[in-house]
């Protein structure tokens, strides 16, 4: 089952609109205009280019660089982040810039950092052993890594009720040797997460209170003990990573604008995600049910709520094909292959959803699959209309070639292959054996592997076994039927092989029932 690529399932689900980062971006070209013409700048910012990158790095000692994208969703943040790190950072020895990577893609590409959230840190003016700084949350996040790049753990020490004060979340180490293993895995955790709040003790205060035997990171949040995780020779700073992030978050967390990065930055792929209306008589009970299951598969399943009432969530609701008067309902998703689990309305008790939550985990539970109605006479138009509940039947067939347009209603590179794909139907309008169809990827579920990125190009060879062949050629007529041509003579190549397997098992098939019935007939006249 496919579901739109998660480049997509980015916009749907932050919900940002370009308007607000091109605003930012034209800010910043605009000031750069404006500014010295060597090093020009907007907010204390370096504004880069090919030929300001080299002598700009040979000026300053540490030189922390953002490539970024204009236009990219989660761009518009690290932009704001990097204009408050600018201020707090005026005066010291680190100077802070920014790079379009869509400028300046050969510079990018030599420095390795062609993702579009790369932040390096450059030292004394060394191009290729630059420094990864973890994506900013907020501003503060960008000094308090600095800060932590070149301290100690020593630096992280503090008193109980320091600790317990906050109303963040705190990640307390309690090590009784600071120069121990523990305290390097620990501090390694806190240079990767620069936006939370780490502290180290070695209060015995902290022993009889919790009841600690041995080395030990407590999560506290709001003066109460939320999680203890006891250190072991095995534990990596990985493991102290996740377990931070997920307990950083509330065991159900509400999908909004500000929380949205947050779930998708998860290190936890599992989502379970309960659409429900707020206002709503039993609300307060489905919350109680969902937040305890919650409690349950923490570090296994992130459970996220979503209000149908609010229209912000309209995007993320049509994403999952959810209509407000469904709810409530829920959802579990993969967000690495985004196949979609549902669990209906009927009874959404807290044993119910654990029980579906256990099913999933251990590979019980079924897909949902949705289809839309079957289009009235869509088999005698040109191009033939498919969905969920025709797409194998039709796309499986062993004696037609079948070419699907597999696209998104919403999408103009999807829209503008419909007169191309009409003219490929009226070129094999003669062909009995050749059909060719669409189908919409947003309304109808797709039960096999292929590619995630639509509008996709799916040929479905004719042969008995369920092959798929996705076109990544240039989208002009002439091509595609070349295409076209091509496959249905390496199809001929596979069928003459299919068909001398299939005779071999038919054969070997009577062979083996005659041999039964032969054994059958003795034991009958010995009887």
């Known amino acids: 089952m496919t579901r739109p690529s998660p480049p997509l399932l ?9 308007c607000r980062l091109g605003t930012l971006v034209t800010a910043h070209t605009q000031s750069s205009q404006r500014g010295d013409p060597s ?24 030189l922390l660089v953002y490539f970024y994208t204009p236009l990219f969703v989660e761009g518009h943040r690290v932009l704001e982040a990097f204009e408050g790190a600018a201020a707090e950072l005026q005066g010291s020895e680190v100077k802070l ?17 062609t993702d579009h959230l790369t932040i390096r840190l450059f030292l004394s003016g060394d191009k290729h052993n630059s420094v990864v700084c973890p994506v900013p949350q907020s501003s503060a996040s960008i000094p308090t890594w600095l800060r932590r790049r070149v301290g100690s753990a020593v630096d992280l020490l503090a008193n109980l009720s320091q600790a317990e004060a906050s109303e963040e979340l705190t990640v307390l180490g309690f090590f009784k040797e600071l120069d121990h293993e523990y305290v390097k895995l620990f501090y390694s955790a806190a ?51 996740v377990l931070i992030s997920v307990y950083r978050m509330d065991p159900v967390t509400e999908y909004s604008g500000q929380t949205a990065s947050q779930i998708l930055s998860s290190p936890v792929p599992n989502h379970a995600v309960l659409f429900v209306n707020k206002s709503s008589a039993d609300f307060k009970d489905i919350f109680s049910a969902f937040t305890g299951a919650a409690e349950a598969f923490r570090l296994k399943i992130l459970f996220v709520l979503v209000d149908v009432t609010e229209p912000r969530n309209g995007r993320l609701m ?31 008790n807290e044993d119910t959803i654990k029980r579906f939550a256990q099913s999933y985990l251990e590979g019980k539970a079924k897909p949902k699959m949705q289809s839309e109605p079957i289009p009235e006479g869509w088999e005698e138009k040109p191009v033939k209309e498919l969905v969920g509940m025709t ?12 070419f699907v347009l597999l696209y998104l209603p919403y999408s103009k590179a999807s829209l503008a292959l ?110």
């Open 391 to 402: 797409l194998e039947k039709v796309a499986f067939h062993p004696n037609k070639t079948v």
């Open 191 to 241: 240079l990767e997460l620069p936006h939370v709040n780490f502290a180290v003790t070695q209060d015995e205060e902290v022993v009889s209170k919790y009841h600690l035997a041995q080395d030990a990171v407590l999560l506290l949040k709001k003066s109460k003990l939320i999680q203890t995780y006891k250190m072991r020779p095995d534990t990596s700073a990985e493991e102290l990573i």
């Open 39 to 62: 090093y020009p700048k907007k907010d204390g910012i370096l504004q880069l280019e090919k030929e300001t990158f080299e002598m700009t790095l040979r000026k300053y000692k540490q």
């Open 10 to 18: 980015l916009l749907l689900l932050l919900g940002v609109t370009a």
């Open 418 to 527: 419909f007169p191309l794909w009409e003219k490929l139907a009226e070129t094999f309008k003669e062909r009995e054996d050749v059909v060719i169809a669409r189908m919409d990827a947003s309304a109808n579920d797709i039960n096999m592997s292929m590619q995630r990125a639509y509008p996709s190009l799916c040929l479905f060879p004719a042969l008995y076994a369920e092959r798929v062949v996705v076109y990544t050629g240039k989208k002009n007529l002439n091509d595609l039927v070349k295409f076209v041509h091509e496959e249905m003579e390496a199809a001929k190549e596979y069928r003459v092989k299919e068909d001398e397997d299939r005779r071999k098992y038919v054969e070997a098939s009577k062979a083996e029932e005659a041999k039964q019935a032969n054994q059958s007939s003795e034991t009958r006249d010995e009887l």
């Open 97 to 113: 810039a920014v790079l379009d990577m869509t400028k300046e893609k050969e510079l990018a590409e030599e420095l390795n950092a």
């Open 318 to 348: 049509e994403y999952f094909l959810v209509r407000d008067f469904e709810a409530p309902l829920i959802r579990i998703v993969n967000l690495t292959n985004h196949v979609t689990y549902h669990l209906p309305s009927d009874n959404l």
